[in-house]
């Protein structure tokens, strides 16, 4: 099911929740909707579910228009954060439940619900806890209970907000990964909802980034990433540094204040100085986590902090240590100036 969404507004009271949204979502995508609280992903995620009114514009599924439709009446599924689950049914009849309650002429009959209700416990990998109630299940459970009583009603549509937000980091981890191959078993259109950067990028096929009421950037993960479209963009998504020319970027060829953004993978580190460009530094603090070492370094003359990302190998070409005097060159960097971004490489 595709869904086009047309100069979409959407207010509560003084508040621009959403301003002039416009975006197509391809049929059996999984896109997700990205950025910080109050962004205006939320409520654009519960107008195309139908709990919430747009104050204007226009909501398309295959290009017919549902603004007049209930949610009921729209085919949507949804997974919510906290689970949502009924407390004093078991799973078996938690999942059963939507099937349950379907209008007559659509009801199935008991033999096939519980076919269903077993088919979907077997997809999300619980069917061995038919018989259990929420309150006995860990929280991924419920929240894989969640989905497959969401998919119960087969869905042209799955939406889900923050679904895995109230879990820890290791289990989100864990489910988002199942969810991603989930939807490439089902290939289901499915929007998810998340201020979480890593999973986004993970997950989705595509990304939306949001800010304010306004879409900043719509790509694929590796787009919204390498190539932000900006500033907002470049710090919302994984780590940055800035640079300003007037103080302390001379590569940048810029004048006046334009900001050079570095990602610190993207910084290259040696004890001796490459070129004229190259930029002296302390070295503040070196950490080793995992597969790469962070380098926090300032730069002589300033009291900000410029971190910077090696592999181990490249470290090892390198080694540093606190106080060690050292030379910094960004290998490639965006510079906005005036509304104005260039793509640049120091190379």
Known sequence: ???????LNKHFGEYKALDNINLEINSGELLALLGPSGCGKT????????????GSGKLLFHGEDVEQRDARERNVGFVFQHYALFRHMSVFENVAFGLRVKPKKQRHNEAEIKRRVHELLGLVQLDWLSDRYPSQLSGGQRQRIALARALAVEPKILLLDE?????????RKELRRWLRRLHDEL????IFVTHDQEEALEVADRVVVMNKG???????PDEVYASPASPF?????????????REHAPWTQQKGDAIAYVRPHDIEISKIAQDNTSLPVEVKLVRAIGSIVRVEVAVDGSSEFIEIELSRERFDTVPLVNGDKAYIRPRQYRVFESGVENELSAA
């Open 214 to 220: 306004k879409i900043e950037q719509i790509g694929t």
């Open 187 to 190: 290939h289901i259109t499915s």
């Open 163 to 171: 679904p895995f937000g109230a879990l820890d980091a290791q289990v």
């Open 43 to 54: 409520s654009l995620l519960r107008i195309i579910g139908g709990l919430e009114v747009a």
């Open 1 to 7: 099911m595709s869904i086009t969404i047309e100069n």
């Open 233 to 245: 963009v470049y710090q919302f998504i994984g780590n940055v540094n800035l640079f300003h020319s």
